[in-house]
């Protein structure tokens, strides 16, 4: 039950991160010879608990979290993260908690941090549990911010302890489904009541209000029109008249995606296209033709393509 990676390869690192996080483009600084990267994950089911090491200055932006919501405990170094709307900068002891909705922009400078996190949808589903309406999952939406109050903080903090040097080490915890629903209840209950969600805030959230099906194919249209554009959710909820959080819930509702995962899905077909369009022997390569639409990691398109139009990219430039 307990996951660990050590690596002292960057590009390793980040396609761990990626797949166990969200996509990111980001750009390192730093003795590259001394880099390392570490991370352990006790895994709890629907939640996973961990602390993870990076070594290197690191400057970038992180694609939503959507269905992961994330609670950082950062232990060393230094942690900066802004949203559209809000700014985190975090020393050595800081908790916070993301906005799964939004992009992000991270900096951050040697680090060690532990982390929480926890499918979304159980949230949801054991939050309507405690408020005594399980007949319907009630939205949980939480905000970048720090804990509610120092008291509260502490209680995260003694919280995770417990989580991590008594039931993640014990073996009959993990085989006994009993143990492990209510540690997450527990949990939940806890992140609740520590860090700014919807469900405890009193103030109103003028980004809770629905967008309309109109809202959705504005984006769309503005998309697929700018998609070799550098564009980021807070350009395209604005073209669409919307607020980033309303825009992410209708794209989820109504697309099963993201505005930021139609957009990957706009430039595939672009590069789709100039794939079947180019001559090799004029010099056309994969790489420039995804770097032309956006896709800086090669490893990564050739995944997202394949799944897309099951076969490699390089099949389809040579014909």
Same mark, same amino acid.
């Given at each position: 039950m307990r996951l660990h990676i050590e690596t002292r390869d960057p590009d390793e690192a980040h396609d761990w991160l990626r797949g166990a996080y969200a996509d990111?483009?980001?750009?390192?600084?730093?003795?590259?010879?001394?880099?390392?990267?570490?991370?352990?994950?006790?895994?709890?089911?629907a939640a996973k608990v961990g602390v993870a090491r990076h070594s290197m200055s690191l400057r970038g932006t992180w694609d939503p979290l959507d269905d992961i919501l994330l609670f950082s405990h950062l232990l060393e170094g230094r942690f900066t993260i802004r949203s559209p709307t809000r700014e985190v900068a975090a020393g050595p002891g800081d908790l916070f908690s993301y906005d799964p909705d939004t992009q992000m922009t991270v900096?951050?400078?040697?680090? %060690?941090? =532990?982390? !929480?996190?926890?499918?979304?949808?159980?949230?949801?589903? *054991?939050?309507a549990e405690m408020l005594g309406d399980d007949r319907r999952v009630h939205p949980v939406n939480f905000?970048?911010?720090?804990?509610?109050?120092?008291?509260?903080?502490v209680h995260w903090k003694?919280?995770?302890?417990?989580?991590?040097?008594?039931?993640a080490t014990n073996p009959a915890a993990h085989g006994s489904p009993?143990?492990?629903?209510?540690?997450?209840?527990?949990?939940?209950?806890?992140?609740?009541?520590?860090?700014?969600?919807?469900?405890?805030?009193?103030?109103?959230?003028?980004?809770?209000?629905?967008?309309?099906?109109?809202?959705? %194919?504005? =984006?769309? !249209?503005?998309?697929?029109?700018?998609?070799?554009?550098? *564009?980021?959710?807070?350009?395209?909820a604005h073209a669409a008249h919307v607020g980033p959080r309303a825009l992410q819930r209708a794209?989820?509702?109504?697309?099963?995606?993201?505005?930021l995962g139609y957009l990957r899905s706009v430039r595939l077909d672009h590069a789709h296209e100039d794939l079947?369009?180019?001559?090799?022997?004029?010099?056309?390569?994969?790489?420039?033709?995804?770097?032309?639409?956006?896709?800086?990691?090669p490893g990564r398109f050739a995944a997202d393509y394949r799944a897309r139009f099951t076969r490699s990219p390089s099949d389809t430039l040579r014909g």
């Open positions: 990111h483009r980001v750009s390192l600084s730093g003795p590259s010879t001394a880099f390392h990267f570490s991370h352990k994950v006790a895994d709890l089911g900096e951050w400078h040697d680090i %060690r941090m =532990a982390q !929480v996190r926890i499918q979304r949808s159980v949230v949801e589903r *054991l939050a905000d970048l911010g720090r804990p509610a109050s120092a008291t509260k903080a003694r919280l995770m302890q417990y989580i991590t040097g008594d039931v009993l143990v492990m629903r209510q540690v997450q209840r527990m949990l939940v209950a806890t992140l609740l009541d520590t860090f700014p969600n919807s469900g405890t805030s009193d103030e109103p959230r003028s980004s809770n209000t629905p967008a309309s099906p109109d809202a959705v %194919r504005r =984006a769309m !249209v503005f998309m697929e029109e700018h998609a070799a554009d550098d *564009l980021d959710l807070t350009a395209i794209f989820r509702r109504s697309m099963d995606t993201t505005p079947r369009a180019a001559d090799p022997g004029d010099g056309a390569t994969v790489g420039a033709i995804a770097a032309r639409w956006g896709f800086g990691h």
